[in-house]
């Protein structure tokens, strides 16, 4: 008996109505408001209100009580970070930082290039009077953390550079010093990582904690992050 084609095969429409909302939230990378992200979804703003209230009984959308904006939920930061997790390196890399943590008494972590930045998929904690405030889920800075710079020293993407010159203009406002200056500044310090192939930050992105991290073999894929007390 054959198997029917894949394009005569029934589905669901509601799920896959749902998940063009998903799909414009996820690719939007902010909050989104009911008119917005029902355009951006293909549908009326009422069809799209009815569909995420179900969205958010669910916990894959939240939506922000001041604001009104809709955004991808909790439930969704869970299904794409266990869809991380199953990736090859992630997988494979997951005994190196056991190992690494009982080795070197620091706290370690793995950070993969996702959607929204640098991400931490997982987190293994030393223990000790130092706390890192990191979980699975964070998404780091590009400028001033040890991981993102690696990332950003190493990693070609148009995407990581518009990231990075946000901050730069962020960086370079609250220390009052000039756009082209903290672009050298940042340049040179990415240069630095390139040739010596680990990057580092002191405090800069969590007080009173040095960072180090380096790319795997798969640049632009994952990163481990060292950190210790300063």
């Known amino acids: 008996m054959e198997k029917p084609k894949t394009k005569d ?10 998940g063009k909302l ?20 293909g549908m009326p703003a009422a069809k799209a209100h009815r569909y995420l209230v179900s969205l ?23 299904l794409g970070l266990a869809a991380m997790g199953r990736l090859d390196p992630v ?18 972590a793995l950070a993969v290039w996702g959607n929204h930045g640098a991400t931490v998929v997982r987190l293994l904690e030393a223990g000790g009077p130092i706390t890192v405030a990191l979980r699975a889920g964070t998404v780091l800075p590009l400028a001033s953390s040890a991981t993102g710079r690696a ?34 500044e ?3 310090l990415l240069s630095e990582i390139r040739n010596q192939g680990i990057a580092r930050a ?19 894929i994952s990163a481990l992050n060292f950190d210790h007390p300063g």
């Open 56 to 78: 958010i009984r669910m916990g894959l959308v939240e939506q922000d009580q001041t604001s009104g904006r809709y955004d991808l939920g909790s439930f969704s930061l869970e």
């Open 9 to 18: 095969r029934q589905g669901i429409q509601s799920i896959e109505v749902g």
């Open 186 to 188: 940042m340049d040179g």
């Open 22 to 41: 998903l799909q414009a939230l996820a690719a939007n990378g902010r909050a989104m408001m009911l008119r917005d992200l029902a355009k951006a979804a």
């Open 151 to 184: 990332f950003a020293a190493f990693f070609r993407s148009p995407y990581l550079r518009q990231l990075l010159e946000v901050e730069i203009k962020a960086n370079a406002e609250a220390n009052g010093t000039t756009l082209a200056a903290a672009r050298r």
């Open 202 to 220: 002191s405090g800069s992105y969590s007080p009173g904690v040095n960072q180090r991290a380096k790319l795997t073999r798969q640049p632009g």
């Open 91 to 108: 997988r494979l890399a997951t005994p190196i930082l056991e190992d690494l943590c009982e080795r070197l008494g620091e706290t370690v």
